[in-house]
């Protein structure tokens, strides 16, 4: 099983500064095959990234993915106040899918 | 406009047995695989299992797998989760996720339903 590790776990920020999520996977990782998703107290995750950099229908282009191999991040360029709330990256490989841990983006 | 429903959850007690539901609608059920994705309280997220848009594939997570049984009825646009042999860990919201043809992601989500194994 293709561990997916996240980090930081928590990061504090402020409106208006940049966002990096990074995502570093046990094996190699078809970057066809990673994604992002963003996820509110209360509400379903949200599909943001898909293909290590496509952004998903409706998403702000503030987003954006990048990275190929094991490592992957997760970029917000000029944080919004909506866009505060938990991350996951997942992956899929021989038949499982796994996401990591979730990284935590609060207003500082 | 897609959405999905899930419906079933409930407090059991350990040992016992319940099925999950997942309405879908808005789009073309059996042209999707559809996947069950689980979060226990506070914590990440975890995928359960999956069922290609004809059933002839079926995967699940080792932690479940022997015990849970996915299916779908195309014909009433539904996903099911049959989950016997409940545990403690197996508590969690259980969403059901569509995955596109073209893709190894999943693109709409429920809202989720609680399942709180518990006596």
């Known amino acids: 099983e293709i561990v997916l590790t996240q980090s930081p776990g928590t990061l504090s920020l402020s409106p208006g500064e940049r966002a990096t999520v990074s995502c570093r996977a046990s094996q190699s990782v078809s970057s066809s095959h990673l994604a992002w998703y963003q996820q509110k107290p209360g509400q379903a995750p949200r599909l943001l990234i898909y293909d290590a950099s496509s952004r998903a229908t409706g998403i702000p282009d503030r987003f954006s993915g990048s990275g190929s191999g094991t490592d992957f991040t997760l970029t917000i360029s000029r944080l919004e106040p909506e866009d505060f709330a938990v991350y996951y990256c997942q992956q899929h490989g021989s038949a499982q899918y796994t996401f990591g841990q979730g990284t935590k983006l609060e207003i500082k | 406009e897609v959405q999905l429903g899930e419906s079933g959850g409930g407090l059991v007690q350990p040992g016992r047995s319940l099925r999950l539901s997942c309405a879908a609608s808005g789009f073309t059920f059996d042209d999707y695989a559809m996947h069950w994705v689980r979060q226990a309280p506070g914590k990440g997220l975890e995928w359960v299992s999956g069922i290609t848009w004809n059933s002839d594939t079926i995967i699940y997570a080792d932690s479940v797998k022997g015990r849970f049984t996915i299916s779908r009825d195309n014909a009433k646009n539904s996903l099911y989760l049959q989950m016997n042999s409940l545990r403690a860990e197996d508590t969690a919201f259980y969403y059901c996720?569509?995955?596109?043809?073209?893709?190894?992601?999943?693109?709409?989500w429920g809202q989720g339903t609680l399942v709180t194994v518990s006596s």
């Open positions: 996720a569509r995955r596109p043809r073209s893709g190894w992601y999943f693109d709409y």
